[in-house]
């Protein structure tokens, strides 16, 4: 498993990597640094890289006053490695189950740790003290019987804090113990952190009051191996877990049996403390988990039964089928039973659901009476509100009055009937520039008609006969005047008369063409 962390820069321009490779077979953590640079402007060389190693592995506790920046550096790989490490669950362990929020100290851990090529970290203890020093990590005992939360600080202890950073600052005094803690076990603040963020986000759909409430081994079934990428909490996690939600993150509120999840928006003392109800829920919701366990579980019997007594009859052996089927119906009575106590049960916890969400609305409504008791007593009710409209109706008419007295100050008076003349005059004349447009485009139509007809040419002669002859004699008739002007002028259109003599001569002409033989 390779897990990458980003450490604090050491320099303005690099900053270091570190990826931890768990050997579980052997219980080793083999740690390798990769330096690399914020610019591509520099690098660093393979041999850099691997110098990382030995200084880690190497006593760097003079670097506490010879090189601040990078003794803080190792030592902040230090605990990130070693809080990974645990909530990956390869943290070295007495116990058959892998903690996650704990860490033992001691000579397991040293062995664990221990490089063929290295041997021990020698500056291990700094770094476990340095972690308890700053409450990044804290014993066990301390952290269950803690009253107030870790998070408070109270401010006695500051100006003392003050001092002390500034005696080891000037060198005047040393910072906490090189010597390795031994036989404590520690919990890790920042893996709480990160369990605690994954338990909110797998709660934050559980709005129902029914929904929030469990008892503490249903609480721990539910929640046990969906917190930490499938790994299952083992019990020192849970009561450390528990015990961290319910003081320091007041998401929690338990009585050491009952479990409820606080809604975020009703932080009051109700939902702080464990009520009967609570409780009897918490009851409810075991029993229907335990029944429906059993009822798979019996489901699963009358398959195998089933199997069972075909195999003995597929074998002819009928008293074991006889045997079977005895045992198959006895299971399937019992199955019987424990769905019709499921279904007595989840019809009561459905009607506890209604009564708590009847209790919301009860409570809703009740505050909302009194939002609209506080609203109405502001309007000061119907009467006030008719006066109020009155009072705004003659203002609004001394606004009108004034502004028609003002108008008529300096007026101009203005003929409607002139105004009516002038915009029936503008129409006549929009009228006229479009009869004069549409002449145009008919003019222009019957000159492009004419001209397709001079296109066509004489035709060949043909038989005579009276349509032709006729057609010939049109043809030699002279043009009158007004005709020849409109052929001279392009055959601009001057009468409807001449345009319908023409219309008549095209009409009698097409008809009596006849192709070339």
Known sequence: MIISYKMNPISESKYCTIILNFDCKHSTIYLHYLRRCFTCSSSLTPSRNRARLPALYSDFRPQRTLNPDGFEANVSAWKRGLSNAALAGHAPSKSSSRDHLTLELGDALLRALESPQFGRPLALGTVLQEALANEEMLPLPQFMKATQSIYHKSWGRIPWAVTGWALRQIGLTGGPSDSMPKGQVVVIL?????????????????????????????????????LINGQRLSDNDFDVLVKFLSRDKQVLATDGNTIKIRDAGEATAATASISAEDSAIASLKELMEELTHQTKALSRRVEELSDAAMDAVRRKDRVSALATLKSKKLAENNLKTRYATLNQLEDVAAKIQQAADNVQLVRVMESSTGVLRGLNAQVGGA????????????????????????????????????????????????????????????????????????KLGPTEPVASTPAANTLVDNERRELSPISAAAN????????SSSSREAKEREQEQEPEKIPAQ
């Open 190 to 226: 920042q893996n709480l952190e990160v369990v605690a963020k994954a338990f909110s986000d797998a709660t934050a759909d559980r709005i129902s009051p029914f929904e929030r409430i469990f008892s503490r081994k249903h609480f721990r079934r539910t929640f046990e191996r969906g």
């Open 488 to 495: 001279e002028l392009g055959g601009i259109h001057l009468d």
């Open 383 to 454: 009467d006030r509100v008719d006066a109020v409209l009155d009072d705004l109706r003659e203002q609004m008419g001394q606004v009108d009055e004034v502004g028609n007295v003002i108008a008529e100050v300096g007026g101009v008076t203005i003929d409607q009937d002139e105004v009516d003349d002038e915009f029936e005059a503008l129409l006549e004349e929009e009228r006229k520039k479009e009869e004069e447009k549409r002449q145009a485009i008919e003019a222009e139509e019957t000159r492009k008609r004419l001209a397709e007809l001079e």
